[in-house]
Nanobody, 111 residues
Framework: DVRLVESGGGLAQAGGSLTLSCVVSGITFNDYAVGWFRQAPGKDLEWVSSIDVGSNTYYPNSVKGRFIISRDNAKNTLYLQLNSLKSDDTAMYYC?????RGQGTQVIVSS
C-alpha cells in the first residue's frame, strides 16, 4: 500500500519560512507526479503545488513565487519550501499521489 508521511509543520511568523517533507513508501516514487494540498479551517481543500516525473513544477497564483516544491527520488521524499509566509497560509498541509494522501502536517502563521 502507498503510504505518505508529512512532517515539518509548526508555528512560524508572518514573513518567515518553513520546509515541509513527505516520505513516500509502497510505490516507485520516481514514476509518479506528486503534489501538495492544504485545507484551512472552514475552507475547501486547495491545491498548492505539483511536480511531475521530469521535475517540472506547477503552482496556483496564490503561492507562486513564494513556495517551492521539489523531490528527491533517491530518498522517496517530496519537499515544499514555504517562504514569505502569510496568515492566509495557515492550514493543514497534505502531500498526495494519485488517490492517496497523508495525514497532514499543521502550519500556523502568526501575524
Amino acid at each position: 500500500d502507498v503510504r505518505l508521511v508529512e512532517s515539518g509543520g509548526g508555528l512560524a511568523q508572518a514573513g518567515g519560512s518553513l520546509t515541509l517533507s513527505c516520505v513516500v513508501s509502497g510505490i516507485t516514487f520516481n514514476d509518479y507526479a506528486v503534489g501538495w494540498f492544504r485545507q484551512a479551517p472552514g475552507k475547501d481543500l486547495e491545491w498548492v503545488s505539483s511536480i511531475d516525473v521530469g521535475s517540472n513544477t506547477y503552482y496556483p497564483n496564490s503561492v507562486k513565487g513564494r513556495f517551492i516544491i521539489s523531490r528527491d527520488n533517491a530518498k522517496n521524499t517530496l519537499y515544499l519550501q514555504l517562504n514569505s509566509l502569510k496568515s492566509d497560509d495557515t492550514a493543514m498541509y497534505y502531500c498526495a499521489m494519485g488517490d492517496s494522501r497523508g495525514q497532514g502536517t499543521q502550519v500556523i502563521v502568526s501575524s
